[in-house]
């Protein structure tokens, strides 16, 4: 594969794309604090260019990601709509209790993320009652690792749960500490033949969801700071793609240069027609 091209700025390639299928969490925020110059860059391709859609694989409908904007002080005016692998997962969630109107879930992660739940008329039960499982991701992410799960995971194997994981992530920085997402759980529950359904990157069908979002565009770009979630999946949906090289990835990305940026691609089977350190004009 070519190595990617290193740009200083957005605009130099934006141009090119009549879309943007943008990630949020290490290149809008940082869950913690607002990235300024990426959301001017997102509003200045808005204005000139096409739309742009946040495609996200946090665990919450789209609504509990803009009251976090709100909260931590992202802006809302550079953007046309956002979609999350929450979302997904809780309109899964609504067609399985139509199905079975008696249907038990166990949850799994923190009780500030069960407003995925909202408004679902969904029974919460032990593993012992539990028709299927919904993973958000740690209860304490700060503290906890899967390893702690390992009685837990376990047990649903026992009975054969299905997990619905509503996070592919396996990690991610919450200002510099890096903590466990739910896709680590997910992970963790196959290893030992648990059944599992992923919602969210790297997985077509929310790919399909922000590309009709966006119009269904043709030269829609995706942006994103993770190779086996954002470039994986923008490789998957045929998207030309753009790194952002300080997120997720740290000082692997050293030395950032093109040569090395390819290696590391290239050992995780993706690609990117160029990327930046930061997301910015």
Request: glycine share 10%; aromatic share 8%; with cysteine.
């Amino acid at each position: 594969m070519s190595p990617p091209r290193l740009i200083a700025g957005l605009g130099e390639i934006a141009r090119d794309h009549d879309a943007l299928i943008c990630d949020i969490w290490g290149v809008v925020h940082d869950g913690q604090a607002p990235f300024p110059e990426a959301a001017e860059a997102l509003r200045r391709f808005r204005q000139s260019h096409g739309k742009v859609i946040l495609l996200s694989n946090a665990p919450r409908p789209p609504g509990s990601v803009e009251e976090q904007f709100r909260r931590i002080g992202v802006a809302t005016d550079f953007y046309d709509a956002i979609v999350t692998s929450g979302g997904a997962a809780r309109e899964d969630l609504a067609s399985r209790v139509r199905r079975d109107p008696s249907l038990a879930l166990y949850y799994i992660g923190p009780e500030q993320d069960t407003g995925l739940l909202s408004g679902l008329d969904i029974a919460r039960t032990g593993i012992d009652k539990a028709d299927v499982a919904l993973c958000v991701g740690l209860a304490d992410d700060l503290t906890e690792t899967p390893d702690d799960y390992s009685d837990i995971l376990a047990a649903m194997r026992a009975k054969n749960l299905t997990m619905l994981c509503a996070n592919p992530d396996l990690k991610v920085y919450r200002g510099s500490q890096l903590c466990w997402c739910a896709g680590a759980l997910a992970q963790a529950y196959e290893a030992i033949g648990g059944p599992v359904i992923y919602y969210g990157k790297p997985y077509p069908a929310i790919y399909d969801a922000a590309l009709a979002a966006a119009g269904r565009p043709s030269r829609a770009l995706a942006i994103g700071d993770a190779l086996i979630t954002d470039l994986k999946g923008a490789k998957a949906a045929g998207l030309a793609a753009l790194f952002i090289a300080d997120g997720l990835h740290g000082e692997e990305i050293e030395p950032y240069t093109p040569e090395h940026l390819g290696e590391m691609f290239d050992a995780a089977h993706v690609e990117a027609k160029a990327a930046m350190r930061a997301l910015r004009w």
